[in-house]
């Protein structure tokens, strides 16, 4: 099992910044790169949409086109964590995100939500105008 920690959510001015953490831990984990990492949120009454994803092993990051250009996923080996650093937000970047990690074993489409087995327990983020 792979545990998933979310941290760092809040409420922030428009054009403010935040960096979303999320710790991997748990009895079958063993480092970040045997994981593909994604980041997703949920909006009031919305539904779940991607954000960002990153496949370590080529070095390739994807994003939503929502948050092209302000946000960016990244990781910290040594401490088995991914960040989502979010800049020049938006009101209509509230919500509550999701970290999520499927086994880069498993070929997947990242920026479909069914495709992860993991995901942590949810962050909110409050963007006010």
């Known amino acids: 099992q792979v545990q998933l920690v979310e941290s760092g959510g809040g409420l922030v001015q428009a054009g403010g910044s935040l960096r979303l953490s999320c710790a991997a831990s748990g009895r079958t984990f063993s480092t970040l790169s045997t994981y593909n990492m994604g980041w997703f949120r949920q909006a009031p009454g919305k539904e779940r949409d991607f954000v960002a994803a990153?496949?370590?092993?080529?070095?390739?990051?994807y994003y939503g086109d929502s948050v092209k250009g302000r946000f960016t996923i990244s990781r910290d080996d040594a401490k088995n964590t991914v960040y989502l650093q979010m800049n020049s937000l938006k009101p209509e970047d509230t919500a509550v995100y999701y970290c999520a990690a499927v086994a880069v074993s498993r070929p997947v489409n990242l920026r479909d939500e069914t495709s992860y087995d993991y995901w942590g327990q949810g962050s909110q983020v409050t963007v006010s105008s």
């Open positions: 990153a496949i370590w092993t080529i070095g390739n990051t």
